[in-house]
Nanobody
């Protein structure tokens, strides 16, 4: 079993910054791709950014140039540095990881989410 725990959310003013963390633990052989998703009230969950085990990144157009995704493979931890935050960034942010376990089975996992609120 694998657990993902997000942290770092909170309330900030527009133009401010936050750094989210996602720590993976459990029966992990390797973590393949990881990503951040977000869901605002009344909207579908959307992809924010992804990062492969090799460090290749992808960003949604809405956050490109403002957010930076990174990972520390030795710590099984992923980060999302969010700068120049806008009110429209307000959402619950979820960590996602594609994990290969010790028994060599591959599964996709979600964290519980962390609230990010950006005020005007």
């Amino acid at each position: 079993q694998v657990q993902l725990v997000e942290s770092g959310g909170g309330l900030v003013q527009a133009g401010g910054s936050l750094r989210l963390s996602c720590a993976a633990s459990g029966s992990i052989f390797s973590i393949n791709a990881m990503g951040w998703y977000r869901q605002a009230p009344g909207k579908q969950r959307e992809l924010v950014a992804t990062i492969t085990s090799g460090g290749s990144t992808h960003y949604a157009d809405s956050v490109k140039g403002r957010f930076t995704i990174s990972r520390d493979n030795a710590k099984n931890t992923m980060y999302l540095q969010m700068n120049s935050l806008k009110p429209e960034d307000t959402a619950v942010y979820y960590c996602n990881a594609d994990v290969t376990g010790w028994v060599r089975t591959r599964h996709n996992y979600w964290g519980q989410g962390t609230q990010v609120t950006v005020s005007s």
